[in-house]
């Protein structure tokens, strides 16, 4: 069984930065994909960003170019930076990791608060 555990997230102003991050433990193998998901109020939950086990990356486009999606194998750590946010990524931000050979099965973590505002 895999446990994510976020942190980092908080109140910021519009154009701030913060960095999210989440660490992993427990049965940690054959990870496929660990990735960034998000869900404001009365909205479905979307993609923020996602990593490969080989390093490739792909972001949801309303973050591209703010958003940075990075991990450090030798902590089982997983990291957000978001620079020069903007109201509408006011939501709960979820960690999650696709592990598997034949069969995947996704993990999430419990979501830290990240709210943008004056």
């Known amino acids: 069984q895999v446990h994510l555990v976020e942190s980092g997230g908080g109140l910021v102003q519009p154009g701030g930065s913060l960095r999210l991050s989440c660490t992993a433990s427990?049965?940690?193998?054959?990870?496929?994909?660990m990735g960034w998901y998000r869900q404001a109020p009365g909205k479905q939950r979307e993609l923020v960003a996602q990593i490969t086990s080989g390093g490739s990356t792909n972001y949801a486009d309303s973050v591209k170019g703010r958003f940075s999606i990075s991990r450090d194998n030798a902590k089982n750590t997983l990291y957000l930076q978001m620079n020069s946010l903007k109201p509408e990524d006011t939501a709960v931000y979820y960690c999650?990791?696709?592990?598997?050979?034949?069969?995947?099965?996704?993990?999430w973590g419990q979501g830290t608060q990240v709210t943008v505002s004056s």
């Open positions: 999650t990791l696709v592990s598997g050979v034949s069969t995947y099965v996704r993990s």
């Open positions: 427990g049965s940690i193998f054959n990870i496929r994909t």
